[in-house]
Structures are given as structure tokens and as C-alpha cells.
Nanobody, 117 residues
Framework: QVQLVESGGGLVQPGGSLTLSCAFS????????MGWYRQAPGKQRELVAT???????NYADAVKGRFTISRDHGKKLVYLQMNSLKPEDTAVYYC???????????WGQGTQVTVSS
């Protein structure tokens, strides 16, 4: 069974930076495509960024050039480095792990990011 635990959220001023971490517990971390999603109040959950086992990355247009996703296979961690944060980045950020071949899909509990002066 896979469990995901996010950390690193908090309150930051506009223009600031924050790094989120997602700890993966379970086996075969390396085969999972990992991702970060976010959900703002009153809105649907949306993709932020994904990274495959081969470290190919994909970003939502809204965060391109500002956010960077990375993974550490040895530590089974996934990171989201967020720079130049804007108030519209305020949301609960969720870590996701999924496999392409057999459809396994797991979510973390989420971590709140608030961008405000």
C-alpha cells in the first residue's frame, strides 16, 4: 500500500518562494509518475506539475518558469520548488502517485499554501 505525506506548506508573501516535499512510503517508487495538484476554494482540483520515472516533466501553463518539480529515487521524495509566488497560487497542494500500466492512483492529504501580504 502506498502512502503519501506532504509537507512544507505555509504563508508566504507575494514574490516569495516555498518548497513542498512529498514522502512516498511503499514499494516500487521508481515506477510511479509523481505529480502535484492544487485546489483553491470553490474551484476544481487542477494539475500543477508531473514527473515520470525517467524524470520527464510537465507543467501547467500558469506555473511554467516559476515552479520546478523533482524527485529523489533514493529517498523516495518528490519536491515542488515554487518561486515568484502569486496570490492566485493560494490553494491546498496535493501529492499524487500513479502508474500508467495498471491504473494505480494515490493521493496525499494535502498541504495549504497561502500567498498573501
Amino acid at each position: 500500500q502506498v502512502q503519501l505525506v506532504e509537507s512544507g506548506g505555509g504563508l508566504v508573501q507575494p514574490g516569495g518562494s516555498l518548497t513542498l516535499s512529498c514522502a512516498f512510503s511503499g514499494s516500487m517508487f521508481s515506477i510511479f509518475t509523481m505529480g502535484w495538484y492544487r485546489q483553491a476554494p470553490g474551484k476544481q482540483r487542477e494539475l500543477v506539475a508531473t514527473i515520470t520515472s525517467a524524470r520527464r516533466t510537465n507543467y501547467a501553463d500558469a506555473v511554467k518558469g516559476r515552479f520546478t518539480i523533482s524527485r529523489d529515487h533514493g529517498k523516495k521524495l518528490v519536491y515542488l520548488q515554487m518561486n515568484s509566488l502569486k496570490p492566485e497560487d493560494t490553494a491546498v497542494y496535493y501529492c499524487n502517485a500513479r502508474t500508467v500500466d495498471d491504473g494505480r492512483n494515490y493521493w496525499g492529504q494535502g498541504t495549504q499554501v497561502t500567498v498573501s501580504s
